[in-house]
């Protein structure tokens, strides 16, 4: 489990994690009506902070709150004063290593009943190590007895924390039956994703992942994964995909915050590819991992130093 760092951003001041309190009847708490994002911080050598993408995390919960009806967000909330919010907990911190900042929007009027427009909202932000969920040298992956819930009941797109309930359903399902993490497909059958992470599939030299449409979370690492693949030359096809394309794929990769870039090896009992990290996953971790840290400087826009 990660450690969380002592100094948590709540309701308008840094205060102590054990003050960063809700009510038991805020809507939050009842209906795990909040949305969140998860961005990473690297310190380099120099001890410089840099944040990654920060400004499409803050626009991707910008657009989770306008999905859930969370205008009070939306309306209160720009750019500029989240980054202030980050910087201010950064430095309230005594931050050496790696982290990831964890910045959720909480609907928090007391006993509203199940509506959502116009209520009160905080924002908090809180600081953990950065523990990647899977592992850089591969995983095992189980295909979900549950299905992702499809984007007309409660949106994907939107990262809205009561619906992650379906993803602690379909993990724990996985790490039950011995496997690392699930793989969720929709009501139809299609492949949409794992419980936190996008999935790439490498077949006869070519990039292919489900497409935004296919009930996921429009992840920024998958997208960073499709701009860093077409500047490798690689072509990258979003479609729908089927089950079986994974059992007989070259190589597939789980993407995400947390996730980085982890190799997926085995999936429902089959062996993928050769069962070694494959040429193409391991050149997309590596540039991956150093367009996170910068040491690369294709896209110096995706860094913000703090
Ligand atoms: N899908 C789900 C369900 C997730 O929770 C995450 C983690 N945020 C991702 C995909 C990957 O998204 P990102 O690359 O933005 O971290």
Redesign the pocket.
């Known amino acids: 489990m990660a450690t969380m760092y002592k100094n948590v951003y709540f309701d308008g001041k840094i205060v102590d994690a054990d003050k960063a309190k809700l009510s038991v009847a805020s809507s939050a708490v009842l209906y795990g009506l909040s949305v969140y ?2 961005f990473p911080v690297h310190i380099n050598g120099d001890g410089e902070k840099l944040a990654f993408r920060l400004q499409d ?1 803050y626009k ?1 919960l910008v657009n989770s709150s306008k999905i859930i009806g969370i205008n009070t967000f939306v309306e209160k909330w720009d750019y500029a004063s989240f980054l202030d919010v980050v910087k201010e907990l950064l430095a309230s911190n005594d931050v050496e290593d790696d982290i990831y900042v964890r910045a959720t929007v909480h609907v928090d009027e007391q006993i509203a009943g199940t509506k959502v427009r116009g209520l009160k909202h905080t924002l908090s932000m809180f600081i953990y190590d950065a523990v990647p969920i899977l592992s850089p040298e591969g995983c095992r992956l189980k295909t979900s007895l549950w299905r992702r819930i499809p984007d007309n009941s409660i949106p ?1 797109r939107a ?1 809205v924390n009561g619906a ?1 309930v379906n ?1 602690v359903l379909a993990k724990q399902d996985a790490l039950d039956s011995g496997y690392d993490d699930c793989i969720f497909l929709d009501v139809q059958g299609h492949v949409c ?6 999935i790439f599939v490498v077949r006869h030299g070519k990039l292919i992942t489900p497409s935004n449409a296919s009930d ?7 997208n ?1 994964v499709i701009m860093l693949a077409k500047d490798m030359g690689l072509e990258v096809e979003e479609r729908t995909v089927d089950l079986t394309e994974l059992y007989v794929a070259d190589e597939v990769f789980a ?5 980085n870039i982890s190799p997926v090896l085995e999936i429902d009992g089959r062996t993928i590819g050769s069962g070694e990290v494959g040429e193409l996953t391991s050149k997309i971790q590596e540039e991956h991992m150093q367009s996170r840290h910068s040491t690369n400087d294709c896209h110096p826009e995706w860094l913000v130093s703090l």
Not at 216 to 222: C, K
């Open positions: 994002t998860v995390h991707r994907s990262k992650y993803s994703e794992l419980s936190a992470a996008n996921l979370l429009e992840g920024i690492n998958r960073t993407c995400g915050t947390s996730a």
